[in-house]
Every structure is written in C-alpha cells, then in structure tokens.
C-alpha cells in the first residue's frame, strides 16, 4: 500500500493538473512598457489560482484562473488584451499538448495550440510544464485511488464544490483506466519512462519557442515544494506516511532538476518557486503566506485546487519572475 500512496499522491499533486538559476537582479525592476507582448505556456501550476476565478468562457477545461501568475505579472508589467497578453496554459497539459490541441481530459479539451500563441513579436515568455506524466489513464487511476473515487468522502466528486465537468473528467478516466487493467502500482513502469523523456521533450519545447520568438526573454519556472519539511505531517497530508512525503518531495525537485538543466542548454533564465519551510502544512492563519502558498480545496476554505498554489502562492511565483527579468 506504500507505494499505492506514494504514486496517488504524486498524481494528485501534479495531474490536475520545471536551466541558469536566478539570482537578485543585477538591474533596476522592469517598467510597464517594456515589454509589448507576454505569451505564458504550461500546466495547472500556471493555470490555476483561485476556484472562484476560474474563465469558464474561454476552454473552460483548462481551469484557468484570472489570478493565476501569467495574469498577476501581466498586470504588473502593464499588458492587457490579446496583442499584448496571451495566457495559453491549460490544466492536464502535458509536454506533447505544445505542439497541437490538447486532448485531455477529454477530446479538444483545449483545441487551440499553445505552441501557436508565440509568434516572432513575443519578447516574454514563461513556462511550467512536466508534472503531468504521458500515461494519462495510469494518472488517472493513481488520482482516484488518492482522491477516493470508488466511494469514500473526497474533494472531487458529485457532492463537491468543484465543477462537475472536472470531477467528470477525472472519473471517466479512472473508469478507462480500469478497463485497461492500470493502477498506480502495476503502472509504475510508465511513470518512469515517461520522466525519462521529460528532458528531452522539454528541451524541444524550449528551442521552438527560441526560434518562434528569437528576441523574446524565455523563463522556465519551476514547481513549488508541496511539501516543505519531509518530516512533518498534517491534516493535510491525508493518509501519507513519512515516506511518501519524502517521495513526493524527491519527485518534485525531480521536475525541477531537469527543468534547470533544459534551461541551461537552450539558452533560457530558469525561475525556482519560492519555497516555504512547512509547505503544505503551514499554519495558514499564522505563518507568512497565509492563506498558504498551496491550495488544499475549496472544502476546506482556501478557495484553491488541492495541491497547487492558491491566489497568493501564484502571486509570489509572479514576485519572483518580476524580478527575474
């Protein structure tokens, strides 16, 4: 059962849903005006924020919030309409979802291509893209099994405050993955291929984006550290043992090595989230990024998607790309 929870948790934390390093700015802060057109790619982590600021008017299974950092440094940088700002993240994004329209968790979830969103004007780009591993029906499962699909009280499910068009899509994939046979156990295999290729389709991804915008500024940005300290559980952490949290923990800083090192090698500013030492368990109504950096459900009270940052965490990862440029 260890390992079951170790895969659910990694896919709950990712699914729904990475090098130079940056240092302090050797420059004054950039000016609105700057830049003239900002084009921001990649997953939930980027797309998300508050549940309340979701655009169901626009892809609405992309679950993109209007506070979500791509718009909280769009505003700081002054860029506002379509010949200025494009946000094109979508939530379950994978690498291959770049280059054309994306088909999950459902067909042409998102049926434009984030890959078409930069064009040669573009002189800033961001992304976040890895945490959504290939095998799409295996995450699923791995989800489920976290979550509770099969009956016990969870966040996403009929009775929740969430959107049923998501907790639809999450339960229709879980079904598919059972008809395959795949749970997060005998899946493991295709978890580890699929990172195995990360590198390599995010290099690829990076060096497009260079060659469709050659001015443009590009910054790879990282996963936040869900967890904080390894040791240390919280109401939550759910059901997780010491161990998983240490796995879930060595998984993320995973993504993030391999985002440093596709920085480094095409030529891009590789951005770290800023971190905090409890993570998810921090005391949100006492310690500095309360309500927390991380979401841990509209349930219960963080108006944010469990495992991802809330308002103020994407606002912080807008902070720290600011003074990246």
Not at 83 to 110: I, S
Not at 243 to 252: G, L, N, T
Request: net charge negative; charged share 20%.
């Amino acid at each position: 059962m260890g390992f079951i929870r170790k895969a659910a948790a990694i896919a709950a934390a990712v699914a729904l849903t990475a090098a130079g390093v940056v240092a302090s700015p050797a420059h004054a802060d950039p000016a609105p005006g700057q830049y003239k057109k900002y084009v921001a790619l990649g997953d939930s982590f980027a797309a998300v924020g508050s549940v309340s600021q979701f655009e169901w008017n626009d892809r609405p299974l992309c679950i993109r919030s209007k506070d979500n950092y791509p718009r909280q440094l769009a505003g700081r940088l002054g860029l506002s309409g379509p010949d200025q700002f494009l946000d094109a993240t979508c939530a379950w994004a994978r690498t291959q979802d770049y280059w054309g329209p994306q088909h999950t968790p459902v067909p042409f979830a998102n049926p434009q291509t984030q890959a078409d969103a930069v064009t040669p004007d573009t002189d800033l780009v961001t992304l976040t893209f890895g945490g959504n591993p290939s095998a799409m029906f295996l995450t699923a499962a791995c989800v489920g099994a976290y979550t509770g699909l099969h009956s016990r009280p969870n966040a996403v499910d009929a009775s929740s405050s969430y959107p049923p068009q998501v907790w639809r899509a999450l339960y229709d994939a879980k079904r598919q993955a059972d008809s395959l046979g795949l749970g997060c156990a005998s899946g493991a295999p295709a978890i580890a291929k699929a990172n195995e290729n990360f590198y390599w389709e995010y290099l690829d991804i990076v060096r497009d984006v260079k060659r469709r915008a050659p001015h443009a500024e590009v910054r790879v940005v990282g996963y936040y550290d869900i967890i904080g300290d390894p040791n240390k559980l919280c109401l939550s952490t759910g059901g997780m043992g010491v161990e998983d949290v240490h796995f879930i923990k060595d998984y993320i800083a995973g993504l993030n090595d391999v985002a440093r090192r596709v920085a480094a090698d095409a030529g891009a500013v590789y951005v770290d989230s800023p971190t905090e030492t409890n993570g998810i368990c921090a005391d949100t109504q006492r310690e500095g990024t309360a309500p927390g950096i991380l979401g841990v459900g509209p349930l219960e009270g963080d108006d944010a998607i469990p495992f991802h940052p809330t308002k103020f965490g994407q606002a912080r990862t807008a902070d720290t790309v600011f003074q990246s440029l």
